[in-house]
C-alpha cells in the first residue's frame, strides 16, 4: 500500500505541474506558430550569412520565434547550415530557439517565479556571445570543413522530417492579411500541432521524472549533493554540475524546467538552474546528434565550448542578478501540489484548450494526418510551404463541398 501511495503522490505531483502549465504551453506554440506560419524558412537562411554581431541578433530573434523541441532546433540548425547559413549563426538560432523561446519563461514565470525569466532571457543573450567568442577564438578551418563535409551527407537524427518542412504562407499581402486568410489559418494549425507532436514524449517524460524525484527523493539529498547552507561553495558548484545533472537526465527543452523546480527547491544555485536549463542542448542523446550530424571530432568540440558558455553564463547570471537583489529565497520555493481548482488558471486553461482543440480539428481536416508520419522522416524532405498549404486547403474546401451536397 506504502507503495501505491508514493507512486499516486509522484502522479498527483505531475498532474499538479501540468495543470499549472496547460495554457501558457498553448499560448507560446500559437505565437510560435503564428510567426513560423509567415516566415519561409529561405528567408532565414539569406539572413544567417556570417557571424558578424548583428547577424548573431537576428539568428538569435529567428530562433526565439521557431520551434523549442531541442531535437528540432538541431535539426533544423544542420539544415540551414547545409543551406549556407555561417556556422555560428545556426548554432545561435539553435540555443534560442530551445532557451530564449515565449513558452520557457512563461512556464518558468509560472513554475519558478519571474526573476528565472529574467535569468533566462539575460544568460542566454550571453551564453550566445560567448560561444561566438569562443568559436572565434579556437574554431579551427579544417575542423569546419570536416563539418560540413558531414553534414552535408545527410545522415539522419531525430525529428528531420519535422525540420525540413516549411509550412509557411507564400504570397503577396500583409502580415495580416496572410495570416488571417484561410490558407493562414491551416498553415499555423499544421506548425501548432507539429509543434506539440515534436515536443510532447519530452515534456511527459520531464514532468514524470519530475514528479517522481519530487515525491521520492529526499530534500536532505539535494542539499548536501548542492552544498546548500555553504554559500559561497554552492554558488560555484552550482553553474558547473546543473549542465551535467542535465547531461545524464536525457529530458531536455521546455521538459527540463519541471526538473529545476526540484532541483531549486533542493538547494542548486540560482546559476546552476540557468546553467541546467541552457544544457537541454548537452543531453546524450542529442550528443550522439551532433556526432551524426557533424563527425566526432566537432561534437566533442561543440560539448566543450557549450559546457563553457553555459557555466559561465551561470556565473554572469548569479553575480548580476545576486548584486541587483533579484534571486528570490529559496525558502520558498514550492512545487505546485494543489491539483485543480475554481481560479483563473483553470479557466484560461479551458479557453486555451478549446482554441487548440479548434486548430487540432484544422489540422485533420486538411491533411495533417500524412505529415505526422513524415516527422522523423529524410532531412532532405519536400518543402511543405504556401502552395501545399493552399492544394490543401482547396481539397478542405472541396470535400465539405461534397459534404455538404
Given at each position: 500500500m506504502s507503495a501505491l501511495h508514493a507512486l499516486l503522490h509522484a502522479l498527483s505531483i505531475t498532474g499538479s505541474m501540468t495543470w499549472a502549465i496547460t495554457w501558457a504551453l498553448i499560448l507560446g506554440f500559437?505565437?510560435?506558430?503564428?510567426?513560423?506560419?509567415?516566415?519561409?524558412?529561405?528567408?532565414?537562411?539569406?539572413?544567417?550569412?556570417?557571424?558578424?554581431?548583428?547577424?548573431?541578433?537576428?539568428?538569435?530573434?529567428?530562433?526565439?520565434?521557431?520551434?523549442?523541441?531541442?531535437?528540432?532546433?538541431?535539426?533544423?540548425?544542420?539544415?540551414?547550415?547545409?543551406?549556407?547559413?555561417?556556422?555560428?549563426?545556426?548554432?545561435?538560432?539553435?540555443?534560442?530557439?530551445?532557451?530564449?523561446?515565449?513558452?520557457?519563461?512563461?512556464?518558468?514565470?509560472?513554475?519558478?517565479?519571474?526573476?528565472?525569466?529574467?535569468?533566462?532571457?539575460?544568460?542566454?543573450?550571453?551564453?550566445?556571445?560567448?560561444?561566438?567568442?569562443?568559436?572565434?577564438?579556437?574554431?579551427?578551418?579544417?575542423?569546419?570543413?570536416?563539418?560540413?563535409?558531414q553534414a552535408d551527407r545527410g545522415v539522419a537524427g531525430s525529428m528531420e522530417g519535422h525540420a525540413a518542412m516549411d509550412m509557411s504562407v507564400s504570397g503577396e499581402g500583409s502580415f495580416w492579411r496572410r495570416l488571417l486568410s484561410r490558407r493562414g489559418y491551416t498553415s499555423v494549425s499544421h506548425v501548432f500541432v507539429m509543434e506539440w507532436a515534436a515536443i510532447l514524449r519530452d515534456l511527459v517524460i520531464g514532468l514524470l521524472v519530475a514528479g517522481a524525484i519530487a515525491a521520492w527523493v529526499p530534500d536532505s539529498f539535494w542539499q548536501h549533493f548542492f552544498f546548500d547552507g555553504h554559500p559561497l561553495l554552492s554558488k560555484i558548484w552550482g553553474p558547473l554540475i546543473g549542465p551535467i545533472v542535465a547531461l545524464v537526465s536525457f529530458v531536455c527543452s521546455i521538459g527540463n524546467v519541471p526538473l529545476a523546480v526540484v532541483l531549486w527547491k533542493g538547494g542548486i544555485s540560482f546559476g546552476g538552474v540557468v546553467a541546467f536549463i541552457f544544457a537541454d542542448l548537452l543531453i546524450l542523446p542529442i550528443l550522439n546528434i551532433y556526432r551524426k550530424y557533424y563527425g566526432t571530432r566537432m561534437a566533442i568540440y561543440l560539448a566543450g565550448t557549450f559546457y563553457l558558455a553555459m557555466v559561465a553564463a551561470g556565473y554572469a547570471v548569479e553575480l548580476l542578478f545576486g548584486g541587483l537583489g533579484l534571486i528570490p529565497d529559496q525558502a520558498d520555493?514550492?512545487?505546485?501540489?494543489?491539483?485543480?481548482?475554481?481560479?483563473?488558471?483553470?479557466?484560461?486553461?479551458?479557453?486555451?484548450?478549446?482554441?487548440?482543440?479548434?486548430?487540432?480539428?484544422?489540422?485533420?481536416?486538411?491533411?495533417?494526418?500524412?505529415?505526422?508520419?513524415?516527422?522523423?522522416?529524410?532531412?532532405?524532405?519536400?518543402?511543405?510551404?504556401?502552395?501545399?498549404?493552399?492544394?490543401?486547403?482547396?481539397?478542405?474546401?472541396?470535400?465539405?463541398?461534397?459534404?455538404?451536397?
Open positions: 500559437l505565437l510560435s506558430a503564428i510567426v513560423q506560419a509567415v516566415v519561409r524558412k529561405d528567408t532565414v537562411v539569406r539572413l544567417m550569412g556570417d557571424d558578424r554581431p548583428r547577424t548573431l541578433a537576428v539568428s538569435s530573434l529567428l530562433g526565439m520565434a521557431s520551434s523549442s523541441c531541442s531535437y528540432a532546433a538541431v535539426a533544423l540548425a544542420r539544415s540551414l547550415f547545409r543551406k549556407g547559413a555561417d556556422f555560428t549563426a545556426a548554432m545561435a538560432f539553435e540555443i534560442a530557439s530551445t532557451n530564449l523561446v515565449v513558452e520557457l519563461g512563461v512556464i518558468l514565470a509560472l513554475l519558478m517565479g519571474w526573476q528565472f525569466t529574467l535569468a533566462e532571457f539575460t544568460g542566454g543573450p550571453i551564453m550566445i556571445v560567448l560561444l561566438a567568442v569562443l568559436f572565434r577564438l579556437t574554431l579551427r578551418g579544417r575542423l569546419l570543413r570536416e563539418a560540413r563535409e520555493a514550492r512545487i505546485p501540489m494543489e491539483g485543480i481548482s475554481w481560479n483563473y488558471t483553470t479557466y484560461l486553461n479551458i479557453a486555451f484548450l478549446l482554441l487548440a482543440a479548434a486548430l487540432l480539428i484544422r489540422f485533420f481536416r486538411t491533411g495533417g494526418r500524412g505529415m505526422l508520419a513524415m516527422m522523423g522522416g529524410s532531412p532532405d524532405a519536400p518543402d511543405h510551404g504556401g502552395t501545399d498549404h493552399g492544394a490543401m486547403d482547396h481539397h478542405s474546401m472541396s470535400h465539405e463541398g461534397h459534404q455538404h451536397h
